[in-house]
């Protein structure tokens, strides 16, 4: 920001009524939460006894957000381009995902896959379980209330909220994510993706097209 | 088990299902979720207790979450499964298609077998 632009803003900043806007909380602001507490506490114990070192936590989170996210894609992308595999993907997500190097730790993975007959769905109506390892940290629509109430419920209303219209003859699958299990999409490829890459198929595997409130699209050629 | 089967075997990778040794239920079998409402952490979700449905697999054999959450070990560890309901069955009011489905996972624990008739039409569908 230069200096011009940082005079505008403070300007602006004194310029009106500071009660017209709510304050923008940074996230540290305010006494820190019970769970903040714990969880803090927690972490120092474990630094002090040299179980985890403050850099491996940070290590951990930066995985969450670099890795993480990507991962959906690139298995996703395979089972297009591999029939074998997806084979084998639909059958033990989680063995299918190391031969590719995606560990998945804790996590069964199960995979559903959409056909011309069947589209999935995927929620979780008791708190917010998501396949964090392969498509990283949840969106807030996927755990808000409305999201986990409403898709269960009335899940075509809900998927045309997302833009995705599903005709009649195609039958819902909601999977209600409520337990160990984690889920993800194999959506359905598109004819024009013929001869891609799998770095190019990964590129329309969004997280979005995993969950299953949407489905892939070719950009159309400019 | 012939030589060739045998070598099939070998390389095939460890499966990460857990095993369900002793489970009461088959895929297919038609079951009812309990209609029960015992206090405390439960992963059976309100609006599909007192509903019917079919076994779609068996997930394996997990440690009870409702022992879990109060830091119990989960010991021993309960079988669950993937049950199918027809949505038109868990909401009478719900407006899709008949053939649109919803799934779950249910602890045995949650599951009795059901007897009569019940709307499974749509759920023995493979696939």
Redesign the interface.
């Known amino acids: 920001m230069s200096d011009t632009a940082f005079d505008y803003y403070a300007r602006k900043k004194h310029d009106h009524d500071h009660d017209d806007h709510a304050p923008v909380a940074g996230q540290d602001s305010g006494p820190p939460s019970q769970y903040e507490i714990m969880s803090r506490a927690m972490q120092e114990l474990l630094e002090a006894k040299g179980v985890v070192t403050a850099d491996e936590i940070r290590r951990r989170i930066e995985i969450f957000e670099e890795d993480f996210p990507y991962r959906g894609s690139r298995v996703i992308a395979r089972a297009w381009a591999d029939p074998a595999f997806k084979a084998r993907l639909l059958k033990d997500g989680k063995a299918a995902c190391a031969e590719m190097g995606v560990e998945l730790e804790a996590t069964r993975l199960i995979a559903v896959e959409n056909t011309p007959d069947v589209h999935n769905v995927i929620v979780c109506t008791l708190c917010s379980c998501y396949p964090r390892e392969l498509l990283g940290m949840p969106p807030t629509w996927y755990k808000s209330d409305n999201y986990r109430a409403r898709v269960v419920r009335e899940p075509r209303a809900v998927l045309k909220e997302f833009g995705t219209v599903l005709p009649d003859h195609v039958a819902l699958r909601v999977h209600d994510s409520n337990a160990d299990m984690r889920y993800v999409v194999i959506p359905m490829r598109p004819r024009e993706t013929k001869g891609w890459s799998e770095e190019q198929l990964a590129e329309i595997l969004t997280r979005d097209t995993l969950v299953g409130v949407t489905v892939p699209r070719v950009p159309a050629k400019p | 088990m012939t030589k060739a089967r045998r070598a099939r075997a070998r390389r095939k ?5 857990t095993p369900a040794p002793g489970h009461r239920f088959r895929v297919g079998d038609r079951v009812m979720i309990k209609r029960a409402f015992p206090p405390g952490h439960r ?3 309100y ?1 599909i207790r007192g509903k019917m449905g079919v076994i779609e697999r068996i ?2 054999a ?1 440690p009870n ?1 409702e022992e879990l959450a109060y830091g119990f070990d989960g010991e021993p560890a309960k079988v ?1 499964y ?1 049950v199918r309901f027809q ?1 038109r069955h ?2 009478p009011d ?4 008949a ?9 045995e624990h949650w599951l009795v077998p059901a007897s009569g008739r019940m709307p499974t039409a ?1 759920l023995t569908q493979t ?1």
């Open positions: 990778p460890p499966s990460t299902y992963r059976t979700p609006y997930c394996g997990f979450p669950l993937r949505q868990v909401w719900y407006e899709g298609p053939r649109d489905l919803i799934e779950m996972e249910i602890f749509k696939g």
